[in-house]
T-cell receptor, first 114, second 117 residues
C-alpha cells in the first residue's frame, strides 16, 4: 500500500529562518503530489501541487516544493518564514489513476517565534 | 467559491449509538471523501466516492459505512459508536479531470469534532 512519510513531527523556528519540511512517498508509478496547510482553527487549504512538468513548483505565500523522482521526495521549502506561517503542514500523494484517493502524511507542526 | 458544509461542528454521542455525519457540497463535484484527523496521525482516509451510489474503502473503513444517494451529499455512518471513534471528521470534495485519474485540489469542510462517551 502506498504511504507518505513526513520526517519532522514538530519544527520550531525563529522568524526569517529558512524552512525545509521533508516528505517521502512509497509508490512506484506516476503520482500527483500536494502540500496542504492548516492554520490554527481553520480549514485545510492547498499550498501547492505537482502533476507534471517542472519539478520545482511554487505555491502561495512564498512556499515552493521540489519533486525528486529518484528519491521519491517532495520537500517543502520557504527561504524566510514569518510568524503567520505557524500551522500544521501535510504532504499528500495520489497515484495518477482513476478510482484512487489522496493519502496524507501525519503532518508537521511548524511553530515560528517572532 | 466552493462550499463544503458539514452538518455539525461539535457532536457528543454515547457508546453504541448510531451516528450520522452529513456532508453537502455545492459545486457539482464528482468525488467526495471522508477523513478522520487525529493528533500525530494526520488525516486517514475512511471512505471515498467518485460517483453517486459508488463507494470505495479507504485505509480505515472498519466501524464505518457511507451513503451517496445524491451527487451533492455524502454521509458517514457509525453503526455503533465506540470511544475510539472520538475524532475530528473531515469531509472533502473534488472534481475529476477530463482525462480522469489526476485529482484536482480537495475542498474541505470545517470538520465535525465527535466525542463518544
Amino acid at each position: 500500500a502506498q504511504s507518505v512519510s513526513q520526517h519532522n513531527h514538530h519544527v520550531i523556528l525563529s522568524e526569517a529562518a529558512s524552512l525545509e519540511l521533508g516528505c517521502n512517498y512509497s509508490y512506484g508509478g506516476t503520482v500527483n503530489l500536494f502540500w496542504y496547510v492548516q492554520y490554527p482553527g481553520q480549514h485545510l487549504q492547498l499550498l501547492l501541487k505537482y502533476f507534471s512538468g517542472d519539478p520545482l513548483v511554487k505555491g502561495i505565500k512564498g512556499f515552493e516544493a521540489e519533486f525528486i523522482k529518484s528519491k521519491f521526495s517532495f520537500n517543502l521549502r520557504k527561504p524566510s518564514v514569518q510568524w503567520s506561517d505557524t500551522a500544521e503542514y501535510f504532504c499528500a500523494v495520489n497515484p495518477n489513476q482513476a478510482g484512487t484517493a489522496l493519502i496524507f502524511g501525519k503532518g508537521t507542526t511548524l511553530s515560528v517565534s517572532s | 467559491d466552493v462550499k463544503v458544509t458539514q452538518s455539525s461542528r461539535y457532536l457528543v454521542k454515547r457508546t453504541g449509538e448510531k451516528v450520522f455525519l452529513e456532508c453537502v457540497q455545492d459545486m457539482d463535484h464528482e468525488n467526495m471523501f471522508w477523513y478522520r484527523q487525529d493528533p500525530g496521525l494526520g488525516l486517514r482516509l475512511i471512505y471515498f466516492s467518485y460517483d453517486v451510489k459508488m463507494k470505495e474503502k479507504g485505509d480505515i473503513p472498519e466501524g464505518y459505512s457511507v451513503s451517496r444517494e445524491k451527487k451533492e451529499r455524502f454521509s458517514l455512518i457509525l453503526e455503533s459508536a465506540s470511544t475510539n471513534q472520538t475524532s475530528m471528521y473531515l469531509c472533502a470534495s473534488s472534481l475529476n479531470t477530463p482525462k480522469g485519474g489526476a485529482w484536482k485540489k480537495l475542498f474541505f469542510g470545517s470538520g465535525t469534532q465527535l466525542s463518544v462517551l
